[in-house]
């Protein structure tokens, strides 16, 4: 293994990762646009959503695919220090069996994340990157250059105005952190918990069966069970259940506000009315072995955060507009949970009745 006190072998991840990558697409688009929209894509979120600022907003960086595994990887083994080391102090197999159970878990664990960087990194487009375990660690607003027109290629779309459609989003985001000044806290502090608990609840004789198939089976059946998630589940636990849902329903808020104002922030001259359905229907497509790795690594919920929290989103902004959407950033207790995100009635009845008009 890379590092003999985790449990991750980070080398095969990159490995893996790079290699699923394939080759960047060439040449992406111009620097000098790409910078020209993203300022055009802020001034348009600003105007629409009447969120103020008070930290600064990341540049823009236009990223190859590597690149962005990479900056993924750092941040991913810093989130998972703290668990890999715990599951790795507890492992208890006779010595002889050590090194090599050390191993074959390093390798299966590196397996499932560069398998999941590599396919991403072919599909992703943009990311509001940041840091859950420094504080002072600036954002990051990434750009796969590559991906961006190859996408608008696929599409059958006009490069330019697809350019500034997911730039909307990705500032979005970027205007999301910079005004909500609590936001990248409770996130943190929601991971921070979920990594706990996990550390607390890893089932120990799950990970030894596991380790032991992993030394002594075919190779093909090793990887047919690192795509069936076995190593996660092994590392989680039904406590989890609970932050699991407080963390889904506020990256679903994030990421469904991002996609209404999307929708809302573009004008009858940008032509961008027709991308929606473009872009569902790329978030949909996949076969083969893509459609294994997004159902194995939980990729698909990723899908599901877009449609609910946009439905949300919608739903909320056509009661109250904007001001009323806005309510959600108010404060941490003002986010929906899941069932209110299902029904936003529910989500209005509350926030309305916790008003001061109404008290």
Sequence with gaps: MSEAAG???????????????GTNPDPGPDPGRTRRTCEKALRRVLAYTALEPIAQVPEVELVSRRDWI????????????????????????PWVLGGLTRAALGTAAGAEVGALLGYASRRVLGQYQMALTAADSPPRMLLIAGNLDEAARRLRVDANRFLLWVAIHEQTHSIQFAAVPWLRDHMADLIGRLLESASRGIDLEAVQALAKRL???????????????????ALAGPEQAAILDSLQAVMAVIEGYAEHVMDAAATADDGLAGMRLAMDRRRRQSSGLADLIVKALGMGMKMRQYELGKTWSDAVAQHTGIDGLNRVWSAPEALPSLSELETPELWLARITSSSPAAA
């Design 215 to 233: 030394i002594s089976q075919d190779p093909r059946k090793v990887g047919q069970d690192l795509l069936r998630g076995e190593l996660s589940r």
């Design 7 to 21: 449990i991750v072998d980070w080398g095969v991840a990159a490995g893996i990762g790079n290699a699923l990558a």
């Design 70 to 93: 990479g900056s993924n990887l750092v941040h991913m083994r810093e989130l998972a220090a703290p668990l890999e080391s715990r599951a790795a102090a507890e492992i208890r197999l």
